[in-house]
Antibody
């Protein structure tokens, strides 16, 4: 059974940093591109960043470019999102999701974790 | 950026009746491999999203056959043949062809 479990969400002041993690199990992690999607309170879904199975290629949204970095450790089956210079607008539930294969483009997201809440406020 | 536009944004449905949600993209989602990179997702209340349909018309594993997807150019449709109470939630379309990958605004389906 595929399992994705996010962690690392918490309250942080504007300008602060957080590192989110996603622990994956139940599939060959390196064989799939991975993605972060976020959802602000009461709002829709927003794609944040994706990374290929080998980690050599990644894309991120303009809203986080230069502030967030997606990475992965295939030896540990973990996906990460380093978030710096956080803003109020980054407040959201952050979901980790598994892509359809190891390459980008994204294609589709076949499994999702339960999410972790990031709250940015002073 | 490819913009995804859904309609309607709110959809009250009587149980047992059919329902239809539309999604339009601002450019073709057809990949060179012949697949159309459009997916449909359902986010039930208090849950994370789940994949319903991929490649515009293929049901994901475990999805009931009352759900179907179709495509005509840049117009996409999700149909529910007979709505059940468990189908309530917000439905999103998403294009996975080109970064930035984009979602529609969401369609909230509720039971009358």
């Amino acid at each position: 059974e595929v399992q994705l479990l996010e962690s690392g969400g918490s309250w942080v002041q504007p300008g602060g940093s957080l590192r989110l993690s996603c622990a994956a199990s139940g599939f060959i992690f390196r064989d799939f591109a991975m993605t972060w999607v976020r959802q602000a309170p009461g709002k829709g879904l927003e794609w944040v960043a994706s990374i290929s199975g080998g980690g050599s290629a990644s894309h991120d949204a303009d809203s986080v470019k230069g502030r967030f970095t997606i990475s992965r450790d295939n030896s540990m089956n973990n996906l990460y999102l380093q978030m710096n210079s956080l803003k109020d607008d980054d407040t959201a539930i952050y979901y980790c999701a598994r892509g359809s294969e190891w390459l980008l483009p994204l294609e589709y997201l076949q499994d999702w974790g339960p999410g972790t809440l990031v709250s940015v406020s002073s | 950026e490819i913009v995804m536009t859904q309609s309607p944004l709110s959809l009250p449905v009587t149980p047992g009746e059919p329902a239809s949600i539309s999604c339009r993209s601002t450019q073709s989602l057809l990949h060179s491999n012949g697949h159309t990179y459009l997916g449909w997702y359902l986010q039930k209340p208090g849950q994370s999203p789940q994949l319903l349909i991929y490649w515009a018309s293929n049901r994901a594993s475990g999805v009931p056959d009352r759900f179907s997807g179709s495509a005509s150019g840049t117009d996409f449709t999700l149909k529910i043949a007979r709505v059940e109470a468990e189908d309530v939630g917000v439905y999103y379309c998403m294009q996975g062809l080109q970064s930035p990958y984009t979602f529609g605004q969401g369609t909230k389906l509720e039971i009358k």
